[in-house]
């Protein structure tokens, strides 16, 4: 078994998660520059600025929710579960692997649909009781693997856990 400093899994939520805004960006860049380029809104005062600002804060959008998953890691070590996100402000929590009560696996249909699903881990962690892993493939699989280390550092520390 490595150690606690070492990183077993490495895992990121899929941009899938994203599909609803990456469509409205999309939808509002596409028709800020139909409108701005082609001349839609002429005649119309202030038109052509408005275009402007569409497609833009469509792009900003689109570009915002792409960094906002693209930002976010989960990490499985030996000894613990790291959680981090966060675009500008970095927000890192360590959750003990001997710590960790139970996992439930949420597959929601749509994204099921592209092979993701999402992992709830409960914990009786102060800060951390309930830490959920969004969006990752072959979710079965990760809570399989979170339980086995969870086991192994239990037996490895001595823990047991009482209700």
């Given at each position: 078994?490595?150690?606690?400093?070492?990183?077993?899994?490495?895992?990121?939520?899929?941009?899938?998660?994203?599909?609803?805004?990456?469509?409205?960006?999309?939808?509002?860049?596409?028709?800020?520059?139909?409108?701005?380029?082609?001349?839609?809104?002429?005649?119309?005062?202030?038109?052509?600025?408005?275009?402007?600002?569409?497609?833009?804060?469509?792009?900003?959008?689109?570009?915002?929710?792409?960094?906002?998953?693209?930002?976010?890691?989960?990490?499985?070590?030996?000894?613990?579960?790291?959680?981090?996100?966060?675009?500008?402000?970095?927000?890192?929590?360590?959750?003990?692997?001997?710590?960790?009560?139970?996992?439930?696996?949420?597959?929601?249909?749509?994204?099921?649909?592209?092979?993701?699903?999402?992992?709830?881990i409960h914990s009786s962690d102060k800060t951390t009781p309930t830490l959920m892993v969004r969006a990752i493939p072959k979710p079965m699989?990760?809570?399989?693997?979170?339980?086995?280390?969870?086991?192994?550092?239990?037996?490895?520390?001595?823990?047991?856990?009482?209700?």
């Amino acid at each position: 078994m490595q150690s606690g400093t070492e990183i077993d899994q490495l895992w990121r939520p899929s941009q899938w998660t994203n599909a609803f805004y990456f469509a409205v960006g999309g939808i509002a860049l596409v028709i800020g520059i139909v409108v701005a380029f082609t001349g839609l809104g002429a005649g119309i005062p202030w038109s052509e600025k408005i275009a402007h600002g569409v497609w833009a804060a469509g792009l900003m959008l689109i570009v915002w929710k792409y960094l906002e998953i693209r930002c976010i890691r989960y990490q499985l070590s030996a000894e613990q579960l790291t959680a981090s996100h966060g675009v500008l402000n970095r927000l890192t929590d360590n959750l003990e692997l001997y710590r960790i009560k139970d996992t439930q696996v949420f597959e929601p249909i749509w994204l099921r649909l592209v092979g993701l699903g999402n992992v709830c881990i409960h914990s009786s962690d102060k800060t951390t009781p309930t830490l959920m892993v969004r969006a990752i493939p072959k979710p079965m699989d990760v809570a399989t693997m979170v339980r086995r280390q969870v086991e192994a550092e239990r037996v490895r520390k001595g823990v047991r856990e009482f209700d």
